[in-house]
């Protein structure tokens, strides 16, 4: 069974702050990918990254790093330097090679204050 | 490039009413997926399909059916609507190869079961 935990409900922070989001995941599957999602308050679903089950090499795109350790099932998703324009709520998603399915965690709803 | 678009966007039901939301891409996208936000729980999967003709259950299918009569058109329907299914309904595609790429999501349709 495929299953996305993400335990922070909220998380608030002080603009300039770095703040990191929580994403582990289950699943039987070899051969995965995971996603992180922003849905900001206009409601729509923007991808964000995909990193396959393979590649265990973290990322960094300007501001946004993420961190995929196969050994404790976690792809934890770090804001450096947070802005307001980052409040939005963010999801951690699995998708298995085997199961076809996409399945979602139940989001981090990120609020940054001036 | 409309990408994934949802009809309609906003829709008030009686309970018992039934109704049918449609979701259009111009991706040639072979998945598609539906999906229910609900305060806390997140994304929920309904049903989903990997090609024109196919579908399968996800997460919380009860109350919902679908078809996927033509590749770029999948259907969510509801037979005898229930304050219980009151939503933010999303459909997504992607296209699942040998890489799974991201899937696109539609705007949403927010369900009100009076």
């Known amino acids: 069974a495929q299953k996305v935990t993400q335990a922070q409900t909220e998380i608030s922070v002080v603009e300039k702050e770095d703040v990191t989001l929580d994403c582990v995941y289950e699943?039987?599957?070899?051969?995965?990918?995971l996603f992180w999602y922003k849905q900001p308050p206009s409601g729509e679903l923007v991808f964000l990254i995909r990193?396959?089950?393979?590649?265990?090499q973290n990322e960094i795109s300007g501001r946004y790093s993420w961190n995929f350790q196969k050994s404790t099932s976690s792809f934890n998703f770090t804001i450096t330097a947070s802005q307001v324009v980052d409040s939005a709520v963010y999801f951690c998603?699995?998708?298995?090679?085997?199961?076809?399915?996409?399945?979602f965690g139940t989001g981090t709803r990120l609020q940054v204050f001036p | 490039n409309a990408g994934v678009t949802q009809t309609p966007k906003f829709r008030v039901l009686k309970t018992g009413q039934s109704m049918t939301l449609l979701c259009a891409q111009d991706?040639?996208?072979?998945?598609m997926y539906w999906y229910r936000q609900d305060p806390g729980m997140g994304l929920r999967l309904i049903h989903y399909?990997?090609?024109?003709?196919?579908?399968a259950k996800g997460e919380v299918p009860d109350g919902y059916n679908v078809s996927r009569l033509k590749k770029q058109n999948f259907l969510l329907g509801l037979e005898s609507a229930a304050p219980s299914q009151t939503s933010v309904y999303f459909c997504?595609?992607?296209?699942?190869?040998?890489?799974?790429?991201?899937?696109?999501f539609g705007q949403g349709t927010r369900l009100t079961v009076v």
């Open positions: 997504a595609s992607s296209y699942m190869g040998k890489v799974n790429t991201e899937a696109f």
């Open positions: 699943t039987r599957d070899t051969t995965y990918y």
């Open positions: 990193r396959n089950s393979f590649d265990e």
């Open positions: 998603a699995l998708g298995g090679y085997n199961t076809d399915k996409l399945i």
């Open positions: 991706m040639n996208h072979e998945y």
């Open positions: 399909s990997v090609g024109e003709g196919t579908t």
